[in-house]
């Protein structure tokens, strides 16, 4: 992995700066009294500029480091998932996803079904091969959100969603 | 006045356990990545309108000083910053708590973050109108200089790999530029969504890229064999850390809280500049920089001490001056409006009570913190014993209140998730974080002052001559900027006769 590590993030780079330069059309510039040739666009367009020519520098290192055999594989030395089951093989694309399934719930469900919801799945994934307590997940997914909505909602009135939640 | 002021502090019973109980908030707030000491003064201010004024603001006092300190907790615990303030507490602190020496790491975290804020208040004592004056001399020439000075530290920062420090430092700045533009408030990068006007917050990117990734890293090692790390009673001895520890950290604190109140003086830089600042100062002159990041006390010190003497830095131009640095001292400003003090260069003779108050305040919240950290240190560490399984997605639904408390907007929950994927990205793609905050801070303030400069130099060409400390700066930034790539020129050519 660490042999592509450089041509992957140099590439991603390259196309972050890309997209980034390319949307400063859209900034519109003052032309009013007072405008100066240093405008809205000015800096975003040296930062654009130097993040895609940093990420060419990149490129032409791995380039020339890859013509040296200067990178040596390393995947030997990185742990194996293989043999593990699918949800720790899959804990992270899970996590992911429950995070992005939290954030699209939370302002319909309200904050305390989507943390119960939430903490349940994330506790189950996180926890190791042969430690999986389901019921004690449970209780801590149900009480860990009821008792933070108390404290912040009624005792340092910051409002949090409520949701579908009646209170 | 003097007189006044600090028995109104020390001889009233009532206002020293209200100290005592601000820390304590404060600390809870700032140990929650998400909950920041700005956070904690603003619930807590409409409690202060039927206090008198020295009580309410001792009160907010006491809240700000435990929120800045109370960071270094889950810094250390946790490699989460509680708060944008120690984020350079992580880089060595967190390595210290994986050797199991999460004791010395809080230890020296704590008593170093008290005596960077006695530091402080007694600079603020000793010089507060001298001080002030010099801070007043700042103007966008010397800003821009500074912010560029700054940034310059991201190659001093990021070590061996300066091309991906560079990088990960743009693309902070970059995120910083969306929202409306200084000066003229174009809308930039907002795609159509009204939300996108205020930009991003500090706080989503900070739990974004170190939260996030933090519970997708663990996600990650799920399979792997988990280290414990401790089991059973802690041990401390003293105060964690020896006295021969202690003298030798003597000048890096010293340039620490310089730095610290230095940066703190001068509005809208903060904490967190300046803990990195400190850190990457002292790691240059260290004699063993190589080990910085590896778990050893001087990058503990340099952080907690910095960030906490900005504290009294911070309050000298909002007294003398009525111009608050920061989100919390914009809130202390307004206290003090409610409780009718004048801030400004007349406060000494019109208020001067309540200013010597303040000075006591600081200086009974800072023993405040220092007992109730050493007091909780053995608690704190048991945090290390909950199964990372049960304490990262509790923690992750704090980090999720906090996101939302700061604004109440549901898009800074939005934001934090997408940060956390960046920064779970950026981690594979080894790019580092802490240049990504020092990027995503200081681009605007360069970007405000160097338009405004431009404004300057667009009417009078020559204007930059009339700033010494900004030409200063920059002479600085050059010279520092020549060594340090000679340096690393240096050592990658040394490593490459070795290999």
Partial sequence: ?167 | MFIEGFSAVFGNPMTVVLIFFGVAVGIVFGAIPGLTATMAVVMFLPLTYTMSPIMGIALLIALYIGGTSGGLISAILLNIPGTPSSVATCFDGRPLALKGEAPKALGIGIFYSFIGTIFGVIVMMLLAPIVANIAIMFGPFEYCALAIFSLSLVIMLTGKDMIRGLMAALIGMMLATAGLAPIDSARRFTFGNAQMNSGFQLLAVLIGLYAISEILGAAEDVGKPQAQIYKGKVKIKGLGFSMNEFRSQISNFLYSAAIGTGIGILPGIGGGTAGMLSYTFVKNKSKYPEKFGTGVIDGVVASETSNNACIGGALIPLLTLGIPGDGTTAVLLGALMVHNVAAGPLIFQKNGAVVYAIYAAMIIGSIAMLVIEYAGIRGFIKVLAIPKQFLLPVVMVLCFVGAFGNSNRLFDIYCTVGFGILAFLMRKGGLPFPPVILGFILGPLFESNFRRASQFIAIDPMAWTAHPIAIAFIVITVVLLALNIRKIIKNSKKEEKAV
Wanted: aromatic share 10%; hydrophobic share 55%; glycine share 8%.
């Fill in chain 1, 1 to 167: 992995m660490r042999k592509y590590k450089d041509l992957i993030t140099g590439l991603a780079v390259f196309f972050l700066s890309l997209f980034y330069l390319i949307n400063i059309r859209s900034v519109r510039v003052f032309t009013g009294a007072g405008a100066t040739a240093i405008n809205a666009r000015t800096i975003p367009l040296i930062e654009g500029s130097l993040l895609m020519l940093l990420s060419v520098i990149m490129l032409i290192r791995y380039g020339i480091n890859a013509r040296r055999g200067g990178y040596v594989s390393e995947s030997g030395k990185e742990d194996s998932l293989d043999g593990q089951p699918l949800r720790i093989r899959m804990a992270v694309p899970l996590t992911l996803c429950l995070l992005l399934i939290y954030v699209l719930a939370i302002g319909r469900l309200g904050f305390v079904l989507t943390s119960i919801i939430y903490l349940f799945f994330q506790i189950i994934i996180l926890s190791p091969n042969g430690k999986i307590r389901v019921p004690f997940a449970a209780v801590i997914a149900v009480i860990a959100p009821v008792i933070i909505y108390l404290v912040f909602v009624y005792l340092l009135n910051v409002p949090l969603p409520r949701g579908i939640m009646p209170f």
